[in-house]
């Protein structure tokens, strides 16, 4: 017997039991930062300043002062170094997969929760199986380094009913990656048009979601929003396995959406 085998009989099952119960493996690992515009100082802009991609912006609108898009934060926690008041603090929040692009962006109020607004018919379609095709479209490949964890031991998508294809004509999901440069805007909506219906897409990355630092460049836009319709809005730089795995399962209808006017709840599976 090989001694990796005799190994991984000694060692068990090395996956993560999570998202019904167990660790996600993003303990101590930082995630968006939080915001509590009660404690903002008057006449200051110190945040919004030192927001390299400008997801912190000033308005005059009741008493908000600050409009915050979580769909263009790259979580660099500049805002967090510059606020001298701390409205804006570091966080463990990761869980940022939506449906609505409106939903990453700080609300003062909020009304109740939406509706369950994705394709009825998607639990039907799909049961608990769903295949994706990932298009790289000018990524940094820090999305795809997290991407390549989704198939480690400790992750093993596959468990949840979900996998990778190289075929557009196989999948279900365009998983897009970067903030789609002019060279890959044709290659990527060739791929669109192979998939078969129904078909869905999903923005991963900040990059993907808004055009993160890059967009508006001489290369690209900004981002996927005004090429293809989007179903489910990731953003992060990168974002991490376990909040990868979360957009995907609110895709699937399997786990409830958590931000909704840019503010998180938390479910039982949070860790």
């Keep these: ?18 998202p019904g119960k167990g660790e996600d493996g993003q303990t101590g690992v930082i995630g968006m930062p939080r915001f509590d515009p009660n404690k ?5 802009q110190l945040c919004a300043d030192a927001c390299l991609p400008q997801a912190i912006t000033m308005i005059d609108s009741g008493q908000a002062r600050l409009a915050v898009d979580y769909g263009r934060c790259v979580t660099c926690q500049a805002c967090v170094q510059a606020c001298p008041t701390g409205a804006f603090t570091s966080s463990s929040d990761w869980a940022f997969g939506v449906r609505r692009r409106e939903d990453l962006v700080w609300a003062q109020a909020l009304d109740a929760l939406p509706a369950e607004q994705l394709k009825d018919n998607i639990h039907r379609v799909f049961g608990r199986s769903l295949h994706i095709r990932h298009v790289d ?12 964890a989704l198939n480690n ?10 996998f990778f294809t190289a075929s557009p004509r196989s999948a279900d999901l365009l998983l897009v990656t970067g903030p789609v440069t ?8 060739e791929t669109y048009d192979a ?44 974002p991490n396995p376990a909040a990868i795995i979360q957009a995907l ?14 503010q998180l709840t938390y479910g039982d599976d949070h860790a």
């Design 182 to 189: 002019y060279a890959m805007r044709g290659p990527l909506l």
């Design 249 to 262: 399962l609110v895709l699937l209808m399997r786990t409830p959406q958590r931000v909704h006017g840019g």
């Design 1 to 18: 017997m090989p001694m990796w085998t005799l190994y991984g009989l000694l060692k068990g099952n090395a996956s993560t039991p999570w």
């Design 40 to 44: 903002c100082q008057e006449d200051c």
């Design 137 to 148: 479209a000018g990524s940094c490949n820090g999305c795809e380094s997290e991407l390549q």
């Design 153 to 162: 031991p400790f992750y093993n998508l596959h468990r949840l009913g979900i």
């Design 195 to 238: 998939m078969p219906e129904p078909r869905f897409v999903m923005a991963m990355g900040t990059c993907a979601v808004s055009g993160g630092t890059n967009g508006g460049g001489y290369a690209c836009g900004h981002g996927l929003d005004d090429i293809l319709p989007i179903d489910v809005y990731l953003p992060g730089c990168a």
